[in-house]
C-alpha cells in the first residue's frame, strides 16, 4: 500500500536524521559544527519524527475507512431484496434480509370480529402451494387501532399470526388462509352442518340408519364453523350412521346406505372448533431488516 512506503520512508528518514543530530553533538562540542548547524539537525530530526506520525496518522484513518466500507448484516437470514449496484454510491436501503424459515401471516379483519379474538389463540392455516393440509399457527399480534382510511366504513384491524412449523414450500409473499379457532372442544360428535334438522317446535335431531330403516334421533347441538356442528344425545354412539342429506328421505324408510338417496357417514369422538373469525394475508418474516450503507469519512 502506498501510504505504508510513506510510513516505512518516514521511518529511515527518523534514522538518518537521528544519526546526523548525535554526530553533529559529538562535533559540536569539539568545535567541529556551530551551534546553528548542531539545531539544524535537531529540527531536521522533529521534522522526520512528525512526518512519520502524520503517515502513522493517515495508514490508521485508510485502514478505518477500509473497514467502514465492509458491509455486516446485523443478523442473520437470506438476502431478499438487494438495492446496491457496483460503481454506484451507496446510499438508502442497501439489502434486505430475512428468516425465511420464521413465518408469520399479516392479516385483516372485520371490526365485528375483532371482539372475538386475542393474543394466543389457536389458528389454522393453509396455502394455495400446500393443498389441503393445514398448519398450526398462533395468533401473535392485535392492532391496537384500526388500519382503514379514517373515511371508511370498511373498518378493519391488523392482526399477525405465527405458524408454529411452516412447509419448505411456503415462500415469503404467498397468500395464506386463516380459520381462527375461537372455541374448541374435544371429544365430541360432530356432522356436517346441514344433517341437523330443525322442528317447528326447535327440538334438533338427525336422522340415522338401524337395520337400513331412517330412523330419527333427537340431539342438541353446540359450537360450529362454516361447516360442521357439534351435536350432544344420549342415542349417539361411535360408528353410527348419519344420513347426510336428510332431505331426500322420510322417516321409516328403507334405504340402502352410500346411496345418493340415502348417503350416510360414520360419526366418531373428534375435536370441534368454532372457527368464526376467518381471513386471508400474505406470509412475511418476522421483521424483514434493511441493511443500511456504510460510507468511509442502510432493515
Do not use: W
Amino acid at each position: 500500500m502506498f501510504i505504508d512506503r510513506l510510513q516505512k520512508a518516514a521511518e529511515r528518514d527518523i534514522t538518518t536524521k537521528s544519526t546526523d543530530y548525535e554526530n553533529n553533538k559529538v562535533l559540536y562540542e569539539e568545535g567541529a559544527v556551530s551551534l546553528l548547524d548542531l539545531n539544524n539537525s535537531l529540527n531536521a530530526l522533529e521534522n522526520a519524527k512528525d512526518t512519520y506520525h502524520e503517515a502513522e496518522t493517515n495508514q490508521n484513518d485508510l485502514k478505518k475507512k477500509l473497514t467502514d466500507c465492509n458491509i455486516v448484516a446485523p443478523t442473520s437470514g437470506t438476502v431478499t431484496e438487494s438495492n446496491a449496484e457496483v460503481g454506484l454510491a451507496p446510499s438508502g436501503i442497501l439489502f434486505v434480509i430475512e428468516d425465511a424459515g420464521d413465518l408469520f401471516v399479516a392479516a385483516k379483519v372485520k371490526e365485528f370480529n375483532i371482539s372475538k379474538l386475542k393474543v394466543g389463540q389457536e389458528v389454522q392455516v393453509k396455502t394455495n402451494v400446500t393443498g389441503n393440509n393445514s398448519f398450526k399457527g398462533t395468533l401473535s399480534y392485535i392492532s391496537p387501532k384500526a388500519v382503514s382510511d379514517s373515511s371508511s366504513t370498511n373498518v378493519e384491524f391488523e392482526i399477525k399470526v405465527k405458524i408454529s412449523n411452516p412447509d419448505p414450500l411456503m415462500k415469503i409473499g404467498m397468500n395464506a388462509f386463516l380459520s381462527i379457532i375461537v372455541t374448541s372442544k374435544d371429544n365430541v360428535y360432530t356432522v356436517p352442518y346441514d344433517t341437523v334438522i330443525t322442528g317447528k317446535n326447535g327440538q334438533s335431531t338427525v336422522y340415522t340408519l338401524k337395520d337400513n330403516t331412517v330412523i330419527q334421533v333427537s340431539v342438541k347441538t353446540g359450537i360450529e364453523n362454516d361447516t360442521n356442528i357439534e351435536i350432544v344425545g344420549e342415542g349417539l354412539q361411535d360408528g353410527m350412521k348419519i344420513v347426510t342429506n336428510p332431505g331426500s328421505v322420510i322417516l321409516g324408510q328403507k334405504a340402502d346406505i352410500g346411496t345418493d338417496q340415502a348417503a350416510a357417514g360414520e360419526i366418531k369422538a373428534q375435536r370441534a372448533n368454532n372457527n368464526q373469525s376467518q381471513s386471508s394475508g400474505k406470509q412475511t418474516p418476522p421483521a424483514g431488516t434493511g441493511t443500511p450503507p456504510t460510507r468511509p469519512e442502510t432493515n
